[in-house]
């Protein structure tokens, strides 16, 4: 792993965005910034760490470890479902082909645990249409996968629950495009779960997003990551249940849980700033789940983000 002096060295040259309008028209997300031309998209993956749906600031080697890992699993499950990626010139971009997204995001889910536990046990889990069995247990293991859709929001808003049927039934997405998007995200989601757990981790939920380009249905955005995914510890995860004890999580969860018990924030008002600790602690654990997950070493040099990124655009024709 690269060592914790290295991971702090490289706090101030944190991606906080990445300014090239020559590489078309801008889209930021909160953790992206997507240039568009055409019907490719420069995506740029920076540094920025968002939680409730607030940008919180900056965790160093973020982007390029959620770059990395998304190319990682896009390869791992090319013979499920094609994916808009055209091509990488930086560890850090992913050169992609643009598609029309469905305006729901795509939540699979193995366990009861994070956002679904906290509206279960407040009785705010009806939104997604699912009869939801009495006397469930915080972080217990469903028989069989759970999708919880949401729709998806426009910047500043939160995402909403939504249920299959109110999708169908405001024709947000086309019947038989909804039947091969959850389809091919119960495919993606087991073999993700099959992986994670040759590699000691279990996959509890993930985030898929899908759109339609030259009449196709393509893996979009990322996959599998911590940003996108929830990931524990397996080995002890039973017997943490049993004896009702959190489980040892290697994913945003993390921040969350910091957001909520140090801080009492959950989405509402001004997010607290985070401390150069909490940053440099933050980047440990993604960059531990990259490693856990690839089974590779993180290395990357201390250093601009930007401008390597920039040498690479231009090397590659890009700028
Ligand atoms: N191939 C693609 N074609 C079109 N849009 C895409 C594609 N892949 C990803 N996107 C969109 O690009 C954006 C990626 O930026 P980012 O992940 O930072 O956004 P976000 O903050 O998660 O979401 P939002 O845009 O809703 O704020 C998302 O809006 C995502 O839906
Ligand atoms: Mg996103």
Redesign the pocket.
């Known amino acids: 792993m690269i060592p914790e002096p290295a991971v702090r060295a490289q706090l101030p040259y944190a991606l906080r965005q990445l300014d090239l309008p020559a590489l078309g028209e801008l ?1 930021r ?4 910034d ?1 240039y568009s031309r055409g019907d490719r ?1 420069v ?1 740029v993956t920076t540094d920025r760490v968002s939680a409730f749906d607030h940008v919180l600031g900056t965790i160093p080697f973020k982007g390029e470890v959620l770059s990395r890992l998304t190319n990682f699993w896009f390869d791992k499950v090319k013979d499920i479902a094609p994916t ?1 990626l055209l091509d990488t010139p930086d560890p850090s971009v992913m050169v ?4 029309k ?1 469905l305006p729901v995001e795509i939540v699979i889910r193995g366990y009861i645990t994070g956002s679904l536990w906290r509206d279960y046990q407040a009785g705010k889990a009806g939104a997604y249409g699912i009869a939801w069995p009495a006397g469930l247990k915080k972080d217990q293991r469903f028989d069989e996968a759970v999708i919880t859709p949401s729709t ?2 426009e ?1 500043g808003k939160h995402d909403e629950p939504i249920s299959e049927a109110e999708i169908l039934r405001q024709g947000l997405v086309a019947p038989e495009v909804w039947r091969e998007a959850t389809a091919v995200a119960r495919r993606l989601f087991q073999r993700g779960q099959e992986w994670a757990l040759s590699r000691g981790l279990i996959l509890v939920d993930t985030k898929y ?1 899908m ?1 339609v380009a030259d009449g196709k249905l393509l893996v ?2 990322e996959i599998h990551t911590p940003d996108s995914s929830r990931y524990w510890v397996a080995d002890g995860c039973a017997d943490r249940f049993a004896r009702g004890v959190e489980q040892e999580m290697l994913d945003k969860e993390n921040i969350r849980q910091w957001l909520i018990k140090e801080h009492g924030f959950s989405g509402h008002g001004k997010p607290p700033p985070l401390s150069e600790d909490v940053r440099v602690m933050l980047a440990m654990k993604y960059i531990e789940a990259f490693e856990r997950l690839t089974g590779q070493k993180f290395e990357s040099d201390v250093g601009s983000v930007a401008g390597r990124i920039e040498r690479n655009l231009r090397a590659k024709g890009y700028l």
């Open positions: 889209y997300g909160k953790v992206r997507n998209i995506m808009h992609v082909k643009r598609a997204a998806k929001a910047y997003e759109g979009i955005d």
